[in-house]
């Protein structure tokens, strides 16, 4: 059966948006929804904390697992089972009495999620070599976009409907994900036995360049954390920098989103780029715009330059992950992809959890500004290591 690949980037690509909304679009009203459970107020943001952290932990722990049994099953599969679980677990937070059982779906969402991996390691193995960097960064502006567009319509659709049915929306909208993704995705995948798979050492050793690879996951890594460290803070900051405290809400989710206005709109170009000139100078200069963003970023004075400096930080933010996935799709065998691009994941998931930690830890001791000088110190610390793991290919290209 021949594959229509492009077909598949585009139902993935729908997928990758419900996903991402899903995961954002409740974000705005968690806290209250955890005070609505009958929380105590003084223990509402510790609980709302943990509620999104728990998440990316648990995505982080059993990551593997699933990478595993897709390179065994299919990719195709692991979305579909992705898809599933979570209409259960997000539409079941509806219904939970109180806020330990919320933080028991959330961390069951996180063991059942990996919809947006599992489509990037299907489109990775589906797409031509020399379009891998396009079709992995339109697929990436699909999570993107959804992350973007999530908050603004969950604070709507909580206030129209209710927060407990946006719980109930959300299910429908991973229901029709699985819907799309079992009649609209094909895959041709022979299911491996697990006596005849590589192992992990046999996939490390048929990598073309291990130490690239392994410097890629912490690449994904530090990226996550400068990304998250900024997230605890940021409203906070905008309120600092406007004084304006009845709007505060409505600006802050515009210089949000302003970020991924930007990513959007260069994904698609900056891996075509990419496909041209190599990925990883792309990559390379992805990092070194973050890190001349994130420096202002301290020093400005009122949300409006704030705003300019997310919508650059947005062009970064389109040439990094779609990089990093595409490095990875070309230096890694195609038994074994979804298993690495699932190490990937998890180190990327362990940045999510240790990046609002970090950020709250710098603004409680230092201030709110010292959050994005020590996020561009990581970003600096990212960019040094990705020279010196790219000396040789920026040898070769030179």
């Not at 780029?273 to 200069?285: C, Q, T």
Request: net charge positive.
């Amino acid at each position: 059966m021949k594959i229509d690949w492009k077909r598949n980037l585009m139902i993935s690509w729908i997928g990758c948006f419900f996903t991402g909304a899903s995961f954002s679009l409740v974000m705005p009203f968690i806290p209250l929804y955890i005070e609505q459970l009958g929380t105590p107020k003084n223990q509402v943001e510790l609980f709302s904390g943990l509620a999104i952290s728990v998440t990316a932990f648990a995505s982080a722990v059993v990551a593997p697992i699933w990478g595993n049994l897709a390179d065994r099953k299919g990719r195709r599969l692991m979305m579909i089972r992705a898809a599933a679980g979570m209409t259960f677990s997000m539409g079941a937070l509806a219904f939970v009495p109180n806020v330990y059982w919320l933080l028991g779906m959330r961390f069951m969402t996180g063991i059942l999620s990996g919809y947006i991996p599992n489509a990037t390691a299907l489109i990775a193995s589906q797409a031509p070599k020399e379009k891998s960097g396009w079709a992995l960064g339109t697929l990436a502006t699909g999570g993107i976009a959804g992350s973007l567009i999530g908050p603004s319509m969950g604070g709507a659709l909580a206030q129209w409907f209710g927060m407990q049915n946006v719980f109930i929306i959300t299910g429908v909208v991973l229901f029709i994900t699985m819907i799309l993704t079992v009649f609209f995705v094909k895959e041709n995948f022979v299911p491996v036995e697990k006596h005849a798979m590589l192992t992990v050492k046999e996939i490390f050793k048929r990598v073309d360049d291990v130490q690239v690879l392994v410097g890629l996951f912490i690449t994904s890594l530090i990226l996550q954390i400068g990304v998250t460290s900024i997230t605890p803070i940021l409203t906070l900051y905008i309120r600092q920098l406007s004084g304006d405290t009845e709007n505060v809400l409505f600006i802050s989710g515009l210089i949000v989103s302003i970020a991924g206005v930007s990513a959007i709109v260069s994904s698609p170009a900056l891996g075509k780029i990419g496909d041209r000139i190599g990925n990883h100078k792309v990559l390379l200069g992805g990092l070194l715009l973050s890190f001349l963003c994130f420096i202002p970023m301290g020093l400005v004075k009122t949300p409006f330059q704030l705003g300019v400096m997310r919508f650059l930080l947005g062009f970064s933010t389109g040439a990094l992950m779609p990089s990093i996935n595409t490095l990875i799709s070309k230096i890694t065998p195609p038994e074994g992809v979804s298993r690495i691009y699932s190490y990937n994941q998890m180190f990327s998931n362990f940045g999510q959890v240790l990046g609002p930690m970090i950020g709250s830890t710098v603004a409680h001791g230092y201030g709110y500004r010292s959050v994005f000088w020590v996020t561009s110190a990581f970003v600096l610390v990212n960019i040094f290591l990705s020279l010196f793991n790219f000396r040789k290919m920026l040898r070769v290209r030179l």
